[in-house]
């Protein structure tokens, strides 16, 4: 399959994931770095031996390029997403989606009446355990999430009480799989978020319990926090049909069993883990085969990252307001 003729827009630490999915994929063929600042853009280029850009409405005049990467910082995806829209380019962009939920709203509108492939960069739907764990969920007819992520401290530029720093950043991720393994979208979410726990006078966001229902009956619980690294992570998944567990060491199991029979005879699963998969290039790797071929894969739409804006924004509501926030009143 003929890789895409892409450029890569913002030159920011996470511009170089990217740049080595690139490498390892094969998917895609680099052949601009683009940033407005100078020192960023003239180290990429150099260390990806691609061309230096500072305006990107230079990468979309050029016929060539078929796809854009946009990884610049939140309050610049959205502008970018529009523009590139526009000129015909099947796009992946960097989390969280965007800023504005006015114009998330009108750009997946935008994505769905075009043929363009447009992902958000959610990858690690395509880290392997995810991968083997949403199968299996497909399976089981989920109706309960527990998701549970702590980590360590964040650097200092995410240390700030703007919505998108903070937990807030990683739990965009954790909104992102609760949707994905339920196999629906959200409807309404009942947040308490705690700030100054484990930093002085930052105002960042840093932990948070979310309650996120799905219109059915149907629910998601996500618990996060930067402070708490020795916890770790897990996840467990409740359905009507089995259930799957992924502990903190990594071990997944799962079994099944009769609708309304819960009690009765269960079946383990077996489940295959293979190891050493680089999310950002499997989901290049998607990417292209859409573009090129027309297969659907795993990875998030523009809806997708919708749905994790909506989240996030409404969580803040919600603890604010000490009420449930249905998606659709986020304005």
Not at 85 to 96: F, N, T
Not at 129 to 135: D, N
Request: a negative charge.
């Amino acid at each position: 399959m003929e890789p895409l003729r892409v450029a890569i827009i913002g030159c920011g630490p996470r511009s170089y994931g990217h740049a080595k999915g690139v490498q390892v994929s094969g998917a895609l063929s680099l052949k601009y770095a683009c940033d407005i600042r100078p020192e960023r853009v003239e180290k990429a280029a150099l260390d990806w031996d691609v061309e230096a850009v500072a305006d990107y409405r230079h990468i979309l005049d050029d016929p060539e390029i078929e796809a854009v990467l946009i990884v610049t910082d939140v309050q610049n995806h959205l502008p970018i997403v529009r523009d590139a829209l526009a000129a015909g380019k099947h796009i992946i962009c960097e989390k969280p989606f965007g800023d504005d939920v006015m114009l998330a709203r009108e750009m997946v509108r935008c994505a769905e009446a075009s043929d363009l492939v447009t992902y958000v960069n959610f990858q690690l739907r395509f880290m392997p355990k995810q991968l083997a764990t949403k199968r299996v969920a497909e399976e089981m007819d989920p109706v309960q999430i527990f998701f549970g992520r702590s980590r360590g401290m964040m650097r200092d530029h995410f240390l700030n009480p703007s919505t998108f720093c903070g937990i807030m950043d990683c739990c965009a991720h954790d909104f992102d799989q609760l949707a994905w393994l339920m196999g629906r979208n959200p409807t309404g979410v009942t947040a308490v978020v705690r700030r100054n726990t484990f930093t002085e006078d930052t105002g960042a966001t840093d932990t948070i319990s979310a309650l996120v229902d799905f219109g059915d009956g149907r629910s998601a619980t996500a618990v996060s926090s930067i402070g708490a690294a020795e916890i770790g992570s897990k996840f467990d998944i409740a359905g009507a049909l089995g259930n799957v567990t992924v502990a903190r060491n990594g071990e997944v199991k799962a079994v099944r069993f009769g609708r309304n029979d819960s009690a009765g005879d269960k079946q383990a699963v077996e489940l295959e883990l293979p190891q050493g998969a680089n999310a950002d290039a499997e989901l290049q790797r998607a990417f292209c085969a859409q573009v090129r071929e027309g297969t659907p894969s795993e990875a998030a739409t523009f809806r997708d990252g919708l749905n994790s804006l909506l989240l996030t924004v409404a969580c803040l509501t919600s603890s604010d307001e000490g009420r449930r926030v249905a998606l659709d009143e986020v304005q």
